[in-house]
């Protein structure tokens, strides 16, 4: 087993990578010291009602970067910013007046809790009906407030007050600059865990569940694992923020802590943009300056009862005009057009780079050989799925063995793509089983298939939308890595050197079927013929055992399907197997070990090429069967029917 | 005047180019057949003149009037009624309903409509408050299509409807399609069976990647030799072996000598 | 006992009215596939309606403008909120009713004011007597009143030519289309039903109570809690489940404390959509397809 050898194309490529890569590596620590520059300096020449807007601004930032992190990575819409804080702040206020628990211990202990909360709720929440999430975190958030509003120990309506300013190791952040500090630097930290995240090997993951959830799942991503962290992540951020909050103001009552507090950051995380942790501070900043305006402008026109209703009902129309008008936000549009530059300048390198598309590899007498082995990687026995009256597959065994490319053909409708289905995990079979190696894995989710080391591509394309081809990829290199949450919000080495060494991998593999030169395109703006090799390229990026296919070369021109069938006969010497389903019979005829023939969802014929050929019943099916060639006079149907 | 006159459609779907100036006409009272390779952009051609899909330039004239901007259900009401791929039935309702849905431009179908499907198909008139999700393929393919005759069209386009059937079943589809017609209704076939729809067809038009290739009359394009390559859903650039040859000449003079007599 | 049956009694009125805008979400979702968060306000708005034509016409036609406002007040969040926004899928959709219950609880505010206002029951008589425990004649009225609407509904959506339509845009849009149904039609059609029940409900909700710009937050809540019961599919049984609601929190005010009712029902729903999602029926609603 021979690892492909690097073309010289690919090694041109690298140098100018590496100057990006450089480059990034002198543009952070420089954003970390202008940030501190700016939040030192601030306080000193804003004066005080301008520092002490800002830290509220601050402590705002905190949430929405919170829910930045659920609703813009992972698609989720919670209503539960005003619960995590409301733990924060009341955990705080309780622990360090009652109980003499230093603050900095007592904020990380009222995380915890808002992280365990988050994941009790979270976890069976996303498992089964994630889309109701909204109305349980309102609830959760109301409840939190009723409880608050009425508790004898958290001082009921009347609030809670006596706590004292921060101090860690002696140093007492008393006065409004110093707490203009610590909310900025904390935020400062946050938003750059938040980035991390999301260029990170779990961002990725999360993107990619928002962007396609069961081509996510067939990558290998937990789907309901990966939001219930990022979600619980968000509580512990949100809780933060209630803990400065009551260090702040030394007093705490139930008011801030209401759902119009979780409309709030999310009329800001809307209007900031969803798309990044940019766009939570953006809009936070934006928000607060318009209610500063309409509590300039109201009074004098309605008069002074009016601002509280007035600025709700400018918030909620602004909400909505901005989701109509402009749905990824200022920061959006903002961040749109600097990262069209910037990928349009990586893509003009790797232009010049790598003009050369498609490097078609020779074929070795290794690739083309045949291995005879009788191992058997996967095999589907009496599978079945039926789709009410339908019977789409009907008793089909199948085996894959090591190292053979299996061809599935048939007629349309046949039942092909859901026999790949049931094979990969997307569906659950009504009856049957599928086992893997020697592992029955029937009716596990689609993840776990992965983990057994089945890939697979979909018959329509079907990539992450808003990632770029080769954010795409490294998706399929999930389970490769194993740096989740935690560790990529602060950046390890091991961290970092896994992230370039899953990139080192993918970019080999995108240089082998001629994608380098595409690497920086957003994926879905490809051709067809393009979306599926990246396709082909994320499955085998997850360096399967068996990879399923289903019709990769649609869309492909005789040249692309030529070296196509090249790389897959190389995976195939490199110790894949193989098993796809494609109307081209030329290319079937080539490249396929074996074929197995469906019509009407069961078994035809299974043999080797040659043999399917001479078939005279399989020339029927394929071709279609013209009806004049009889068939029993008004037989009662061929499917059984319920009665 | 052709009941049908489709000119120099175009179509994209994102980046994809699917229909690349398409041109076609139908006659009353005839059964007109596209065929060509998975990914032609067939499917995609019924969608855009019935509505579904909107054209990105071109015009779909039905009957003399321009339909390439009328509304949906305008485009039924006047006439123009297609058959999906996959049936597309509503699983969760009855037989009768989802029928009496294919008459909702005409607040529901009148009896003698109702009566009409019935003698077609009595299958359905068994099977009348079934749920309709619960039958076979093939008795849903006919549901499909009954509902379509509900909405009393002049022509029906159809999407594929031997898909997944078996062939006892494809006959008895068919069948029923020269029946229609014989009641005067024109059709459209969109067919992967490419011998089936060209034993029942008039006349043909073979689409490749968004564009017609040829088209004639059944006889000549069963002569033509890019069709042949087509049957194989080859990509239509290489050689057909002498048995592949062979045998797909005697199939295609039967198709044709059947849809002669 | 007599507690027990009193909070029953006590609980149908409220049960009603949260079954039935259960059913104004239930109908909404059913077509346009995500949860109006503005619903309770719909179910203010409806309330004030009644309100303003209680000042010149007599309880029960004050109630039938009460829909008439909720109807409008649902269409003017298809338009705003649904319409604009129909292919940017749920969650888009979603947030922005939230943004425009908001707006319209707002706009309500500054119009209204913050204080209660009321309304005569819709008949007069004094409350029956039933085993000892009394039954306000509201309550028959609110009772009676979902009654009918369950049985107009159930004819609508099962038996005209519209509600059959309206059920086949929520089962397969394509293919409504292709029997030449409107969807922006059905799904105007569908925002005017869900409004009139929930606002003719706000409407009614002021003859026992009071109606004030905040009372949206409650009911839309606990309605809510009765469409997840119903397994937001089913009238019928989001109804009941509105009932079930209803009666639970009359007993807990009754029997613990009125001032952890609303908490016990919130945890409630949290319950609810973590160990039972898909509400009381899940064995029909799987089976069914």
Redesign the interface.
Known sequence: MSEPTTTPAATATAPALDTSGLRKRLLSPLAIVVWLAVVIIFPLVAGDFYTGLATTIGTNCLLAIGLVMV?GYA?Q?SLAPAAFYAVGAYGTALMTVNMGVPGLVAMLISAGIALAIAYA?GR??FR??G??L???T???T??FF??AN?LEATGGSSGFGGIPPLTVVGFSFDTLPKQFWLAWVVVGAALWAALRIGKSREGRALRALRGHEAAAEACGVNVPWSKTRIFAGSAFISSLAGSLYAHFLLYVNPPPFG?ETS?NI??MV?LGGLAGPWGAVIGATLIEIIRQGIEGVLPSL?GAG?V??????V??????FI??TR?DGVAGGVGALAGRIREAREQAELDANDAAAFATPSMSAQDARKYESDEVVLRAENLTKR????H?VDDVDLVLYRQEILAMIG?????KTTLLNLLSGNLVPTSGRVVVGEKDVTGRPAFQFARHGIARTFQTPSLFAGMNARANVLVGAHLRGDVGLSRSALPTRAALREEQRLGAEIDEVMHQLGLSHLARREA?????GQQKLLEVARAVGQRPDILLLD?PC??LN?VEKDALAAVLRRLRAAGMSLLLIE????FVMNIADRVHVLE??KTLHVGTPAEV??D?KV?DA????????E??ED?E??????A | MFLLEVTDLYFRYGNARVLEGVSLTVDEGEIVTIIGPNGAGKSTLLNVISRSLRARSGSVRLAGEDITKAGQSHVVRSGCILVPEGRQVFPTLTVLDNLLLGGYVHRGGSDETLARVYRLFPRLKQRANQLAGTMSGGEQQMLAIGRAMMGRPKIMLLDEPSLGLSPQMVKRIFDALEALRAEGTTLLLVEQNALAALGLADRGYLLQTGSVVTSGTVEELSADPNVKKVYLGASGDEDLTPAEASVLEREVDAAVHDSGS | MQLWLQGLLTGLAVGTVYGVIGVGYVIIHRIAGMVNFAQGDIAMIGAFGAVMGGGFLAPPLAVLCGGLAGAAAALLVYWMAIHPLRNKGALVQTIATLGMGLAIRSAAQLYFGTEPHQLPPVTGGGPIKVFGASLSVQTVWLVLIMVVLFFVLRTYFDKTMTGRALSACSINRYAAGLVGINYVKMAMIAFVISGLVTGLMGGLVVGYSFANVGMGFTLGLKGFVAAILGGFDKIGVTMVGGIIVGVLESWVAAGVSTTYQDVIIYALLIVLLIVRPSGLTRMQVTSRV
Do not use: C, K, W
């Open positions: 609703t698609g819409f709720i069976p929440i089964l009906r889309h109701f909204a109305m349980g309102l609830a959760l109301e409840v009723l409880l009425n759902v409309i999310l009329s809307v309605f009016s509280g209703a007035g600025e709700s009902l918030l909620g129309l602004l909400l909505v989701l109509v749905p789709f009410g009256g339908v789409a007629p349309n409708g046949a039942g879905t703006q490809l051709s067809l019709e649609a869309g005789r109307h081209d019979m030329q009407f969802g050929q001479a005279p020339i394929y071709l279609g069967v013209d009806r004049a060639t068939a029993p037989e149907d061929e499917t059984d029917v319920p």
